[in-house]
């Protein structure tokens, strides 16, 4: 039963993320995203991170996607569909690095033999909680500091725009 | 039957009767809707179809179903067909986190009154909630014309503003409770403060209830917060291009909504299914506890109809004002001074 989800959700996960690449209107393109989203929300779940699976929908699809959208909206990037095609080194880059990333993902698993992560600890919200609050404290506020940035510097830059 | 087999049984039996229980309630609320708006504004509302009127929405129902489907020129075809989906199936999606009442035992099976998992139920409810703008947004931009954009537009920031609040309010709750399962939140408002006040979080929590509530009616789009699709500015907003069917879906999602926001206020403040006096055992306790809960979340509804009647729609930069300086505040206000107060465990 969870083998069969597995290999339904990961195989449209991977038709999701063709979707992303091949189609050409934006909007399509950040509607395949959320499906993709989707679909990685349903795999964590089966492993039993449950937190995970629903932070990814609550932040990637809930927040980020729907900012993606706003602004496709605001755009209107009809005509930049249309005249959308790609240079060449751009195509031969993206298949280099696609490439590359594939033996990379493939490699890691075969080489180092990583334990299933059905195998691994479930991590409770609790057991996250504690282990953000005590080993992992310091990259923790790290993170947050650069989101502080981030939007401060977003904000000066829209700032500048309306003057 | 094996163990898999009947859980499966049970879960689909769940379903059918939650589903048919939210249609149903839905088809009722647009009855109590119009009602209660002669009722307030002193007319009658529609009275001509079966006794009071109550046939209405069967009436409704039928006119959505044979009116001719149209798809505008200027539309985009396909994501203009997804948005009612888009709308509709998180509304409703949200029930199988919610516990209705006490276990109860059929054939000497114990059934759960809930259809999914428990443990991460609040969780689940703010991830739809947040599923719940696309529906919109997509549908305003779908429709190729200029209101429904502008309605598309003005919604998502306005559900991503209030959004804030509401989880902030929320994670009040779950502090002084310490899970984000439903189950816990509720039992933890059982029994009485001295012998006579109910447990309930609206006393302790009286700030994130109200912020709670006041954007539980803007994520609905209810007035006074209907901006998305408000008349006088913007023809019907974000649906003025859909008909038949696909603006029923819109007007179920938009119901379904509110009885979900309605049932979270009783689960979350309300005390859910406790009484402030105890309730018999068994199969009994169940159906009491099932009616205190459906009574208390009926109150809510109502409400619901009652301020839409009663107040006049906000201006956009008065919404977001709301939003941004009073309410979001508020609730870390409130989140702080919870996390102060609340002791771990401890109610």
Redo the contacts between chains.
Sequence with gaps: ?TTALFLAFAGLALLFGLLVAALKHP??AA?SL?GVIGCLSVLFYLLGA??LA??Q??VY???TL??F??VI??LDLRGEARQAEAHPVQKGMALVLFAAFLCAGVGTVLVQKLPLATKLVKPG?ADLGRLLFTRYLLPFEAVTLLLLAAAVGAFLLARKEWK | MSPLLLTLAITVAKIAVVLGGVLGMVALMSWVERRGAGLIQDRPGPNRVGPFGLLQPVADGLKFLFKEEVIPAKADKWIYLLAPLLTFVPAVATFAVLPMGTPFTVLGTVVEPLIGPSSIGVLYVLALSGLSVYGIVLAGFASGSKYPLIGGLRSTAQLVAYEIPMTLALFSVVYASQSLDFTVIVDHQAGAWFGFIPRWYVFPQIVGFFVFWVTALAECNRVPFDLPEAEAELVAGFHTEYSAMKFALFFLGEYAHMIAASSLITLLYFGGWHLPFAVPAGNLGALVAFAAFAAKTGFFLWLFVWVRWTLPRYRYDQLMRLGWTVLLPLAFLNLVITVLVCRPGVN
């Design positions: 039963m909007l399509y509607l959320v449950t937190f629903m932070v929908l609550i699809a809930g927040a729907v900012l959208l706003f909206m605001l919200v």
